[in-house]
DNA sequence: GTTTAAGATATTGTATACAAGAAAATTGAC
DNA sequence: GTCAATTTTCTTGTATACAATATCTTAAAC
């Protein structure tokens, strides 16, 4: 880890957060971190203010900035907020999706289908992502596209943790099918109750994700 | 303006880019607002950084920050997933108001219809924010409370520009009371469809947007 | 007169120095 | 020995200095 810009450094301090090199609560130390990248305090800084805006981290003034990681309940409001969201791009996406938008969707869907196939965790995952991205830009929308996205990031490693469990790879892809029915026969109401219910964690869905994080 | 400290900073800068200040695509010059502020550019910075997370403004390496004042699309664009937003809270909250949080929504309305009748319009901007707020905080989800917050803020210079328009008060008045009945008796398909509908900007009510935003 | 290239200038990005305030440690009283 | 107060140390926040790069100016060539 060295010699980073800070842009750079705040994304690379996304991705230890994200891989739960911090606990919760503890405070990011301006020096040693800007010892670790090989810079000054000054980008760092600007890092850190990243994180603190995407809600990763709080700042507490003159006492620094402490890394907040999200527990059962907050993680739940955001599931809840995503599935809204996904609804809501489903919903713009059944009435605004062209040939080509839809034809992407479904090569997205054939890659999570290999991916299952292959029993490949991580392809599923990643393609499974693109599927859901293609949805948001087909809402045609951009803004709602962008905050899809970033609370799409912001769930990333919750959403890893889930799909370790047996059957929940076979389950996704089939909720996927009739997404895109819906989207193909411009249903927006049900293409939006099949997305929200696609993401909303509740009941087993609920316990898996806690039992995953406890790892 | 004087002597103030990096979020005071961002937050004056905030509402000047509202008030209209600074053109769209115009460089904010860290040096000159650093005269301005009575302070070095290393706060400026941080206040700029700020803008630029929130999207009113633009960075480009080595360039600068541009600020970014929304065009029609993007303003569309912008309400149609704040109706979203307001439709996801007033779907959770038909479900999980208290009878204490249906009270102060109800009183917030009242507020609203005592503006409308002293033709009070700033006193209606106001109180509709709140009722509105209201309905955020009914959502029993503190996530999504925040972006519903988040989103509302920004789009605040815009909403004062309608309720210019003759008859728009008391209409937007109009439909409270049919939100409110839906959400007291739990009815969240219909609450939802009431405040998407509330806030959906189009057709006439697209029209005076854009001819209010020529002033 | 236009175009291109080299230099000058200005602005951002980073490093360091300094100031202000909070946490920690030491000392003194009881 | 414990608690309180003062001093010390440490950390953040701000100012300034420096480096890197983009823009503007000027001059020369065609």
């Keep these: 880890m060295e010699l980073k810009r800070a842009e750079q450094i705040a994304d690379s301090l996304e991705q230890l957060v994200f891989q739960g090199e911090y606990e919760d609560g503890e405070r990011l130390d301006e ?12 980008p760092i800084r600007e890092a850190l203010q990243r994180l603190v805006m995407s809600g ?11 890394i907040r990681q999200p527990g059962p309940v907050e993680l739940l409001e955001m599931f809840e907020t995503m599935a809204e969201l996904e609804a809501a791009c489903g919903r713009f996406a059944a009435a605004r999706m062209s040939d ?4 992407r969707l479904v090569e997205a869907n054939l890659r999570c289908r290999d991916a299952v196939e292959k029993e490949d965790t991580a392809g599923y995952y990643h393609e499974n992502e693109v599927f859901h991205q293609e949805i948001y830009r087909g809402a045609t929308n951009s803004h709602l596209q962008g905050e899809a996205l970033r609370l799409q990031n912001r769930l990333k490693p919750y959403r890893r943790v889930q799909l370790r469990f047996r059957g929940r790879m076979a389950q996704s892809l089939a909720e996927h099918d009739g997404i895109i029915d819906a989207l193909k026969s411009g249903d927006s109401e049900l293409a939006a109750k099949l997305l929200r219910g696609h993401v909303t964690v509740q009941g087993e869905k609920f316990q898996q994700l806690m039992a995953g994080l406890k790892n």
């Design 31 to 42: 020096i040693k971190l800007a010892e670790q990248f090989c810079v000054s305090r000054t």
């Design 56 to 66: 990763m981290a709080e700042q507490i003034p003159r006492r620094g900035v402490f």
């Design 100 to 103: 080509d938008d839809l034809e």
